[in-house]
C-alpha cells in the first residue's frame, strides 16, 4: 500500500541554522509533491510545489528537493528563526486535475533563539 | 477576501445527536474537501467534491455525508455522533489545477 513517512521525531535547531526535514515515500509515482506549514490547532497552509521533473524549488528562505529515483523530498529552511517552529507536512498528488493529496504525519520543527 | 470559513470553531455533542459541520470558501475554487486529523497523526481524507452536484467518498467516509449545491458551500453531515468520531475536522478547497489546497482553521469536535 502508498506509504509517505515524515520523521516522527521531532527537530530541533538554533536560529540561525538550516533546517533539513525529510519525506520518503513508498508504492507511489506522484506527479508532484507539496509542503504544508501547520501550527497547533490550525489547519496547514501550503507552502511550496514541485513537480516530478523538477529537481529544486527555491521560495525566499525555503528550498525543496524532489529525487523520483530515490523517492524523496527535502524540505530546507535557512536562516530558521524561532517563528519557523511548526509541523511541516509533505502531501503527494497524481498528474490529474482530479485527484486528491495524500498527506504525512508530519514532522515538528522547533526553533530555539 | 478570499478565504475558507469552518463553523463552529469547537463543538462538545452528546451521543447520537446530529451534526451539521459548515464549510464556505470565497475563492470560486472547483473542489472542495473534507479531512479528519487526529493529534499528531496524518489527514484522513472523508468526502471530496469536483463541482457543483459532484461529491465523492474518501479513505474515511462512512457514518458521514455531504451536499455541494453550491459552489462555496460543502457542509458534512454526522446522522448519529459516536466518541470515535472525536476529532479535528478540516475542509478546504482547491482550483482543477495541481496547485496547494486552502484549509479552514477547522472544526474541533467532541462526542461525549
Known amino acids: 500500500s502508498q506509504k509517505i513517512e515524515q520523521n516522527s521525531e521531532a527537530l530541533n535547531i538554533q536560529e540561525g541554522k538550516t533546517a533539513t526535514l525529510t519525506c520518503n515515500y513508498t508504492n507511489y509515482s506522484p506527479a508532484y509533491l507539496q509542503w504544508y506549514r501547520q501550527d497547533p490547532g490550525r489547519g496547514p497552509v501550503f507552502l511550496l510545489l514541485i513537480r516530478e521533473n523538477e529537481k529544486e524549488k527555491r521560495k525566499e528562505r525555503l528550498k525543496v528537493t524532489f529525487d523520483t529515483t530515490l523517492k524523496q523530498s527535502l524540505f530546507h529552511i535557512t536562516a530558521s528563526q524561532p517563528a519557523d517552529s511548526a509541523t511541516y507536512l509533505c502531501?503527494?498528488?497524481?498528474?490529474?486535475?482530479?485527484?486528491?493529496?495524500?498527506f504525512g504525519k508530519g514532522t515538528m520543527l522547533l526553533v530555539s533563539p | 477576501e478570499a478565504d475558507i470559513y469552518q463553523t463552529p470553531r469547537y463543538l462538545v455533542i452528546g451521543t447520537g445527536k446530529k451534526i451539521t459541520l459548515e464549510c464556505s470558501q470565497t475563492?470560486?475554487?472547483?473542489?472542495m474537501y473534507w479531512y479528519q486529523q487526529d493529534p499528531g497523526m496524518e489527514l484522513h481524507l472523508i468526502h471530496y467534491s469536483y463541482g457543483v452536484n459532484s461529491t465523492e467518498k474518501g479513505d474515511l467516509s462512512s457514518e458521514s455525508t455531504v451536499s455541494r449545491i453550491r459552489t462555496e458551500h460543502f457542509p458534512l453531515t454526522l446522522e448519529s455522533a459516536r466518541p470515535s468520531h472525536t476529532s479535528q475536522y478540516l475542509c478546504a478547497s482547491s482550483d482543477l489545477s495541481d496547485y496547494g489546497y486552502t484549509f479552514g482553521s477547522g472544526t474541533r469536535l467532541t462526542v461525549v
Open positions: 475563492m470560486g475554487h472547483d473542489k
Open positions: 502531501a503527494l498528488g497524481l498528474n490529474s486535475g482530479y485527484s486528491t493529496l495524500t
